[in-house]
């Protein structure tokens, strides 16, 4: 159901009820390849550990490097802990702000500068 993205293989998922949410597994992989691409950039070899096949990953607790310290390790917890993100659905939509294009000039046309308000129903 969902689309493939880098890093994610399923970025969006809906559940029963149609609704979007991003699972907490697909978010944690993509915060901790960020975060690994960081620290490599910054000059550390992360101790050897290559995530995610578990055989090259960090396997000693007492040893861990920084990632598999704070995301976890076939060894050891992670000490974050990740949820299902999921749009907020007890907030009202908020006001669209929307602009008016020259469809012969294909650019915005002066003057047509539009606010949309959601509809309420009654």
């Known amino acids: 159901m969902g689309r493939t993205v880098a890093l994610i293989d399923r970025c969006i998922e809906r559940d029963a009820q149609g609704r979007a949410r991003i699972p907490a597994t697909s978010f944690k992989g993509r915060t901790r390849a960020h975060y690994e691409r960081l620290l490599r950039a910054l000059g550390d070899d992360l101790k050897g550990c290559k ?72």
């Open 51 to 122: 995530p995610p096949n578990p055989a090259t990953m960090c396997n000693d607790p007492d040893n861990l490097c920084p990632v598999c310290l704070l995301f976890g390790s076939p060894m050891q917890q992670g000490r974050v802990e990740f949820t299902d993100l999921a749009p907020d659905t007890r907030t009202e939509p908020t006001t669209r702000l929307g602009i008016g294009v020259n469809r012969k000039l294909n650019t915005v046309a002066e003057g047509r500068l539009f606010y949309q308000s959601p509809s309420r129903s009654s």
